[in-house]
């Protein structure tokens, strides 16, 4: 469980949503190991996609967080980022 609470922006398209996570706090819930490769990854942000991804880290936070949501009626660019893989040394 995260001790401070944070506020998180879900990213759409017309087909998919992603959850943005930056990747300490993605860390520091404990979860991380189960997040699959259909989430992406870009800097130091983790996009945790909707179906599954996004509700392991909620779930693990110990709190309802607040929303922003930021939709696009185009393809969104966070499709064509690394997918998200664990470093070596994180855990």
């Given amino acids: 469980m995260m001790s401070e609470e944070k506020d998180f922006t879900f990213y759409s398209d017309p087909g998919h949503g992603w959850l943005a996570v930056d990747r300490v706090s993605l860390l520091a819930s404990s979860v991380a190991h189960l997040i699959s ?33 930021d939709h696009t009626d185009q393809e969104s660019p966070i499709r064509h980022y690394s997918s998200f893989r664990l470093k070596t040394n994180e855990s």
């Fill in 37 to 69: 490769s259909y989430s992406y990854q870009s800097g130091d942000t983790v996009y945790l996609e909707e179906d599954c991804d996004a509700g392991v880290f909620i779930g693990a936070l110990g709190y309802t967080p607040k929303f922003t949501e």
